[in-house]
């Protein structure tokens, strides 16, 4: 893996679905903030997200069972096994290979954390690695490069009001707390650089300022689409 710094196992193969790129980061560092900037910026590179404010129309089934997951599913452990859990979480992520396969291949491609955030929260809520979806999921295509937004975990407690915007899958434990949050967030991030370990990956730094974060991005995607 080489990685670059911007201040402030992968094991597929190319096809025939354009060249892209895969934007990734912790829980509340501001990817579809940045994606809705670069859509603004550059309508060149279609942006592939299961972000609600993204999705199409067409696809709102999606947005409904992220719903549901993350109020059903996801704080009832009891009720349902980890492995249910990532079958759930699976038709976000093959939605996400189907939108890129079937794109132009002349149109590059920004693609919302892939399948490599959603595997590692499967896996903190217990999925195990040897999960044959997992196997699948990382034969799918391969990025070019992966642009890594991070963000601190104090800096996303307050961006989530300090608890009150989060989701089961953003922390551990019963109940929101920042500790709990501070835990899941370091391991996530641990979990996602694993998958991408074998990627070339630019980290761009934390800033305040949407509008600069998206331009710091837009100049490694240029780089590397076009």
């Known amino acids: ?38 859509g603004r910026e550059a309508p060149a590179w279609r942006t592939l997200s299961v972000d609600g404010t993204l999705l199409a129309p067409e696809h709102a089934l999606l947005n409904r069972l992220r719903r549901e997951l ?12 980890a492995d249910f859990l990532t079958t759930m979480v699976q038709t976000a992520v093959v939605h996400l290979r189907d939108e ?35 196997a699948w999921w990382r034969s799918f295509p391969r990025p070019r490069h992966v642009i890594y937004l991070d963000v601190t975990p104090e800096t996303a407690w307050q961006r989530c009001r300090e608890g009150a915007d989060l989701n089961p ?24 650089w694993d998958e991408i370990r074998d990627l070339p ?23 590397e689409l076009g």
């Open 1 to 38: 893996m080489t990685t670059d710094t911007v201040a402030g196992p992968h094991r597929g193969t190319d096809g025939g679905q354009p060249p892209f790129c895969v934007l990734l980061g912790p829980d509340h560092a501001g990817k579809s903030t940045v994606l809705a900037e670069l």
């Open 70 to 81: 993350v109020r059903e599913v996801a704080p009832n452990g009891q009720a349902w096994s």
């Open 100 to 134: 890129l396969l079937r794109s132009d291949p002349r149109v590059p491609a920004v693609v919302d954390s892939y399948y490599y955030k959603y595997l590692a929260k499967c896996r903190l809520a217990g999925a195990a690695d040897h999960n044959p979806m997992f």
């Open 169 to 192: 899958l953003e922390y551990y434990g019963p109940q929101p707390r920042r500790d709990e949050f501070h835990r899941y967030q370091t391991d996530l991030a641990k979990a996602m």
């Open 201 to 223: 990956v630019t980290v761009v730094e934390e800033q305040n300022d949407p509008v600069h974060t998206a331009e710091s991005i837009r100049r490694v995607l240029v780089d």
